[in-house]
């Protein structure tokens, strides 16, 4: 295994990029301006990201052997989604340096580990316990009290493999719907809002964080961000300061995404962290009009041993998803003074797609 600490892009270096969605197209993009190539490796022939770049794999994850061919075209290899297969993850990073460090995934890529993680940081979760049956839901709710959240311990996004469970309802149906034999069962949280913190750290242990970002979803699913969140000064310095103390103690390189909701309290709002996203992130998305440096390149930066910029924002920033039919309304966005369209080239939108996104920027006096 090679070092994060050797990894040193030359311009014209070629990154890898696992997974080929929007987060890679917005990745490789990044990696151009910044003189890098890129070569995407993902088993959907349609991937967003491969319009962007000349160099594509289309494979299956287990495909050791396409994995190998990708790595050995590859300077450093990096990823858009968490749920890199461990064995894809270890027949990679004996070829090249995969950047941040698959260990990471072990925590991230289950709700359990990721909770008892950042609590053994001291960092607050809403309460939680390991549910394994309908027997075990049940001591669960004894627990952890309703109404909760009972979540997959793998593989959720955007509101999938989650049930909300109130007084009454019955628990071995619910337990049954879920259809897995691993989950774990969160408090319901009644935050006043939810907000992240998209922070980048280079090998050097270097932590750069952006703006805190306001979040609304709709349907679980994000919908508006907005930066700098309205949030009280201290409680921003606080929400950095948990996202770089979870990148440090991860020896984090790249860019990574902590949700937090904003609580109230006794002695005013608190945090608490609802998950860490190993990649960049949805809400992060606004940097890239509305900050010097966006998330995108930050990563790049992070993973070819480079220096993170200083971004600085500039001024107050709305990013919109463009999700389903929101598509249809490209023209639209076109035509709105002051807004930057970003289309991710799906060709069909379904309900819930992220088919693109637009920024608005209203600059500072
Ligand atoms: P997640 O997939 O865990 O990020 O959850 C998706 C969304 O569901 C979050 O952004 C919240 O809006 C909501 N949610 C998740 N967990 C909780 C919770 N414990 N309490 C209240 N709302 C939650």
Redesign the pocket.
Known sequence: MISSKQVALKPGDTVGILGGGQLGRMLALAAARLGLKSHVFSPDPDSPAFDVVQHCTCAEYADIEALELFASDVDVITYEFENVPTAAALALQARRPVLPDTKVLETTQDRLSEKNFVNALGIGT?GYADVTSAESLRQAVKKIGLPA?L?TRRF??D?KG?AMIREGDDLDAVWAALATRSAIL????P?EK?VSVIAARSADGHVVCFDVTENE?QN?ILKFSYAPAAIPAALADEARDIAAKIANALNYVGVLGV?LFVVPGANGPRLLV??IAPRVHNSGHWTLDGASVSQFEQHIRAIAGWPLGNPIRHGQVTMTNLIGDDILDYGKWLTMPGATVHLYGKGTSRPGRKMGHVTEVKPHK
């Open positions: 809403a959240v979540k959720g996004y509101g989650q969160e408090g319901f949280v935050f939810e979803h679980h949700e609802n998950e």
